[in-house]
T-cell receptor, first 113, second 113 residues
């Protein structure tokens, strides 16, 4: 079934650790996005990509990095986790052409202690 | 970049009443305006969108209107039901490249039975 997947769903980690949040989609979409969202609050765009080997920074200043080596895979890496990174991270993808529907993954809830 | 403002932040209505949520945007060249619904603990999902070549779009109990002159667009929900209770987000293209969206701050709608 075509969908967008995120792992892990929940992560508790200590300050200073390096972490990678995984996002994969089987929808054949070219555009992918990472958002940070505290529960029920505003969606802040962290990074996006409109194709392989393209990445752009979003509105939210972030200490994270992304890569897009394969169309279906868009991992987010935090080199050194801090308590201020505690939040939910949502991955999304959308299809070819101009702006259209974004499909969101289930999210990763990150807690940095 | 685009600036999207959304009002109200919370809205409580009685079941069967109508609900209206309004968003304003700053870039007159913006041409795509989606609305997303996020139920508690779930991922955001597109419920309706409108492009700048039309002034209104309807889908059963949901409608969106667009006023390009005033640079605002609104979500209208008629005959509200308890299952309409959720957080609703509007969005507009982030920049002239139009590959990403800027989201409004969200409206928490509570439908009282």
């Amino acid at each position: 079934e075509a969908d967008i997947y995120q792992t892990p769903r929940y992560l508790v980690i200590g300050t200073g650790k390096k972490i990678t949040l995984e996002c994969s989609q089987t929808m054949g979409h070219d555009k992918m996005y990472w958002y940070q969202q505290d529960p029920g609050m505003e969606l802040h765009l962290i990074h996006y990509s409109y194709g392989v080997n393209s990445t752009e920074k979003g509105d939210l200043s972030s200490e994270s990095t992304v890569s897009r080596i394969r169309t279906e895979h868009f991992p987010l890496t935090l080199e050194s986790a801090r308590p201020s990174h505690t939040s939910q991270y949502l991955c999304a993808s959308s299809g070819t052409g101009g702006l259209n529907e974004q499909y969101f993954g289930p999210g990763t809830r990150l807690t940095v202690t | 970049g685009e600036n999207v403002e959304q009002h109200p932040s919370t809205l409580s209505v009685q079941e069967g009443d109508s609900a209206v949520i309004k968003c304003t945007y700053s870039d007159s060249a913006s041409n795509y305006f989606p609305w997303y619904k996020q139920e508690l603990g779930k991922r955001p999902q597109l419920i309706i969108d409108i492009r700048s070549n039309v002034g209104e779009k309807k889908d059963q109990r949901i409608a969106v209107t667009l006023n390009k002159t005033a640079k605002h667009f609104s979500l209208h929900i008629t005959e509200t039901q308890p299952e309409d209770s959720a957080v609703y987000f509007c969005a507009a293209p982030m920049d002239t490249g139009r590959r990403a969206l800027t989201f409004g701050s969200g409206t928490r709608l509570q439908v009282q039975p």
